[in-house]
């Protein structure tokens, strides 16, 4: 029986998404865990309901149809230890990812400094920053409080200051959000995280607790100019906020209590299995995962020990849809459709799509529009996220993306594409990877349930991952270089382990594949030809030894980046054709 | 499957609550009826302030600060009256720039509240008040035709409604727009151009209800001062034909748009309603709902976007659409006999 440090062996995990609330069961079978099966229901914490539990039991319901199992009692309450009769869970772990956006003042001292330490943090949970405080800022105090108020902000975020550091501008900034949240009615009363100079821990409890709605202490972000540390802060800050969601909606109170108030934002949890499997494979191999829902595009990255998340709620594929052109063009969006779309439609599209972010397309137009605005606002967070990754991450030519040995991509419009291919097409074209790199994708969106289970169990995160509960879409081999269009850039050659061969030359601006089936291994040679470079330097070739997936080994020489045609005509064409490469 | 629900009746009882953001007064009483842009509560609350850091000014500390000042938290203020004086052979006396009210003291200093400080909450509905929330609003009931549309500009209004369109797929041309129609609130089709927006405000009309409209004109409609009501969607759509045909046989009577926004939390939608005289109160509209065979529903994806028809069917398991997308989903009868296949997330339940 595998080593846990929880009593029992089967988890229920709830994440209660902004759509969709998903009840997951896991247990051990054959000595090893295994994801069992998944419940769905549509979240209920919109009008009428207004209250997640429905959902939540619905989600539950649907997965005891499913399995046979029973884990709510005839009063609909948890059954949290398992029964003689089959019945009842060993453990319970909920996410939770639903809910408006939560508004954010963020305070801190040097803009370059604290101010951008605390405006990271924020963003990596589900928050907007809505106004900034902090020395640099020439407005009267009166005008900052007047901000503050007409913000009207679920939470403030109060950075700056080194450990044992000067305090004294620290306090004029803690005046000014006294002062603030005093003049706020009771109930619109923000959260107050501080994350500064630890210090002043004592001094802002006295002053700030009575005019918040909750006070959260965390260590430092900045606990000196040089270092930023935003991990054990973001615990805290996903406590945060738990506690906001729990006062603005229904039953989120008694799904915490279910898990023992160990309730967890999704995208920290994700974080969390992000941080642990980055530590897992060690400093060499840098980690994606990207999450495309209908509230927000998620970029996360595991460098060793470091990781950067990166929360958008303006870049989800729903109600954040109406301001997309905010950040790009119509134009942009059109280049990835393989049809001729009129902008028109492609403008009321975004709109409708924003009205009812849950709906889906039903015609093949719709699901072209759905996935260029995929590929889109998933650039455009990458783009974004980019410039927080770690400076010594290696890259294979500036302003790319740095090397990631695995890419995990999960979010309703990549996952349930019609195709698998489609999914890979869309997430290449988005995520633009260099060098080697496997492509993961989670169907059935583990990760935050397995991010929440690994805090208790850490063995069975990685046994679920390990146990084909995800699906290796490719090895995608993707090179670098300046070649002339048409020119031939690399040799590969996969030696299955029946000795059979496939080989295939790859020209600049190509798109092939050789196919390698899930429970297939073999030896893939890439040669580069005229200095490519795939990772191992300019013109080196690389042996290694692949898995089989669902589409094999995928070798992209479209160019990094990728730079479609401007004829249009010739630019729906070759879409069309990379479509069908990867099977349609 | 829970389905969405969006209310588009011909006789309903219509109850909204309708509270302040912030704690004040309820100025209307039970039973009362009140018009749609009554005031039925109001509140006080600046979005304004003036700080007057008396110590730092006088060059002292926040507690010999405190001694000085010489006005209490909730005193008045006119412009110019003095907060603390600070002695000695040449008084200084610190005095407020601007007119308000004194809302906190301390720490060597003076915090007051400037400005435009009321807050007026209005009914939304013509109605009878039939509950009071204590310090925060009330509720309003009424009988009659209740339309929910998807988007509102936050105005409310009330006139004679007056149709302009013949058919749902009407357009709105800055043309159709006569002195005669001064002063009511039009039915009309979709519209496309910014000169008929401001058209209806040179008249200036009461409220807009349209079918559609293209989402490049949202800035302006939402600075127009009359209430543009949308029922069905962006682009250019039809009107849903069960609301074009309730508010084109009501033409003539008075109506009222809340345009308020689209609300997914809080559940307000831009809606009209209708009082019409009832002998005995219909039954309130339901707003939770499962998926069922016979429901009326509404299409929210093309193909067939905004049309209504009735939910004949429940498929078993999933279905593969035309896009190779797998689906739960139904059958739907549209209104001119089609029947197609549509995704359950597609759909919302008309009623």
């Not at chain 1, 207004?50 to 649907?62: H, L, P, S, T």
């Not at chain 1, 706020?184 to 107050?192: E, N, V």
């Not at chain 2, 549309?149 to 006139?159: L, M």
């Not at chain 2, 979709?190 to 209806?200: G, H, I, M, S, V």
Request: proline fraction near 6%; include cysteine; glycine fraction near 10%.
């Amino acid at each position: 029986m595998p080593a846990s440090i929880i009593e029992g062996d089967s988890l229920l995990a709830v994440d209660v998404g902004t759509a969709t609330t998903r009840a997951m069961l896991f247990d051990v079978v054959d000595g090893r865990y295994r994801f069992i099966a998944i419940g769905q229901s549509p979240t209920t914490a919109q009008a009428p309901f207004k209250d997640i539990g429905e959902g939540v039991r619905q989600a539950i319901e649907n997965l005891q149809n499913v399995t046979g199992r029973t884990f709510i009692d005839t009063d609909r309450r948890l059954i949290t230890s398992s029964q003689p009769d089959g019945s009842g869970v060993d453990a319970f772990t909920a996410t939770i990812s639903a809910g408006s956006t939560l508004k954010v003042v963020v305070a801190g001292l040097l803009s370059d400094v604290s101010l951008e330490s605390a405006k990271h943090l924020a963003e990596s949970t589900y928050a907007r920053v809505v106004e900034t405080l902090g020395l640099n800022d020439t407005r009267l105090a009166q005008e900052q409080i007047d901000s503050i108020i007409n913000a009207c902000p679920d939470l403030i975020v109060i950075a700056g200051g080194t450990d044992g550091g000067a305090s004294h501008s620290l306090q004029k900034v803690l005046e000014v959000i006294g002062l603030a949240c005093y003049l706020l009615p009771q109930d619109k009363r923000p959260a107050i995280l501080f994350a500064g100079n630890q210090e002043m821990e004592a001094e802002v409890r006295s002053s700030l607790a009575p005019l918040t709605s909750s006070i959260h202490i965390a260590p430092n972000i900045r606990p000196s100019v040089e270092v930023e540390d935003l991990q054990p802060a973001r615990k805290e800050l996903g406590r945060a906020f738990v506690d906001i969601r729990k006062r603005q909606i229904k039953g989120v109170e008694e799904l915490d209590m279910w898990t023992g108030g160990h309730l967890l934002p999704s995208a920290f949890a994700e974080g969390r299995i992000l941080h642990f499997l980055s530590k897992l494979y060690g400093d060499d191999k840098a980690l994606l995962a990207v999450d495309l829902g209908a509230s927000s595009a998620t970029v996360m990255a595991g460098f060793g020990n470091g990781l950067t998340m990166s929360v958008y709620p303006h870049l989800g594929m729903g109600v954040g849809l109406a301001g997309l052109l905010q950040y790009t063009t119509l134009e942009n969006i059109a280049r990835w459709l393989p049809t001729d779309v009129p902008p028109q439609t492609l403008n009321d599209y975004l709109y409708q799509k924003a009205l009812y972010p849950t709906s889906i397309p039903a015609t093949k137009e719709d699901l072209y529009i759905e996935q260029a605005l995929a590929r889109e606002t998933l650039q455009i967070a990458l783009q974004t996220s980019q410039k927080k990754f770690p400076a010594s991450a290696p890259v294979l030519r500036e302003g790319l993306l740095p090397l990631f040995e695995i890419i995990l991509a999960g979010g309703s419009v990549i996952s349930n594409a019609p195709t698998l291919g489609q999914s890979l097409l869309l997430l290449l074209d988005a995520v633009q990877p260099a060098g080697i790199t496997t492509i993961i994708l989670d169907q059935n969106n583990l990760l935050p349930a397995l991010g929440a289970a690994a805090e208790r169990n850490s063995i069975l995160p990685v046994q679920v991952l390990e146990s084909g509960a995800f699906v290796n879409l490719a090895t995608v081999v993707s090179p670098i270089s300046t070649a002339r269009y048409g020119t031939p850039i690399l040799r590969a050659r996969l030696i299955y382990d029946d000795g059979t061969e496939s080989s295939v030359d790859v020209r600049q601006g190509g798109l092939e594949t050789l196919p390698l089936s899930i429970g297939q291994t073999a030896r893939l040679n890439v040669r580069p030809l005229r200095r490519a470079d795939i990772g191992q330097g300019p013109g080196r070739s690389s042996s290694i030894r692949v898995n089989g997936s669902a589409l094999g080994i995928v070798l992209d020489a479209r160019g990094r980046p990728l730079n479609l045609p401007a004829d249009a005509v010739r630019r729906r064409e070759l879409n069309k054709k990379w479509h069908w490469t990867v099977g349609g | 499957m829970l389905a969405p629900v969006t209310h588009i009746l011909a006789l309903t009882t219509i109850i909204r609550k309708r509270l302040l953001p912030a704690p004040g007064r309820v100025v209307v009483k039970l039973n009362q009826k009140v018009s749609a842009t009554d005031v039925v509560a109001e509140a006080d609350f600046a979005r304004e302030h003036v700080l007057i850091e008396v110590a730092r000014v006088l060059g002292i500390s926040g507690d010999a600060a405190d001694r000085l000042i010489t006005c209490k938290v909730g005193e008045k203020l006119a412009e110019g009256a003095v907060v603390a004086d600070g002695g000695g052979l040449f008084p200084r006396l610190i005095r407020v720039p601007r007119a308000g009210r004194v809302k906190a003291v301390g720490g060597g200093q003076v915090l007051l509240d400037v400005g435009d400080t009321g807050l007026e909450l209005r009914a939304g509905i013509p109605g009878e008040i039939v509950e009071i929330v204590q310090n925060r609003g009330v509720v309003i009931q009424t009988s009659g035709a209740l339309i929910q549309g998807v988007w509102g500009n936050s105005r409310i209004d009330t006139g004679l409604l007056l149709s302009l369109a013949d058919k749902p797929d009407d357009v709105l041309e800055a043309r159709r727009l006569d002195v005669s129609l001064r002063g009511s609130i039009l039915l009309a089709g979709y519209c496309q151009d910014a000169e008929t927006l401001k058209a209806a405000a040179e008249l200036p009309v009461r409220g807009l209800i349209l079918s559609s409209i293209l989402p490049a004109l949202l800035p302006l409609a939402r600075q127009m001062r009359y209430p543009i009501l949308v029922t069905d969607s962006f682009g250019r759509q039809p009107m849903n034909l069960t609301a074009f045909k309730i508010l084109s046989t009501n033409s003539k009577r008075e109506i009222t748009i809340n345009a308020e926004p689209y609300d997914r939390y809080s559940g307000t939608h831009p809606e009209a309603v209708i009082p019409l005289p009832v002998t005995q109160n219909p039954s309130p509209p339901r707003d939770v709902e499962t998926f069922a065979p016979g429901q009326q529903v509404r299409l929210r994806r093309a193909p067939h976007a905004g049309a209504v028809g009735t939910l004949v069917n429940l498929r078993a398991g999933l279905t593969t659409l035309p896009n190779g997308l797998r689906v739960a989903a139904g059958e739907v009868r549209l209104e001119n006999g089609e029947q197609t296949i549509v995704p359950l997330v597609n759909l919302e339940v008309v009623g």
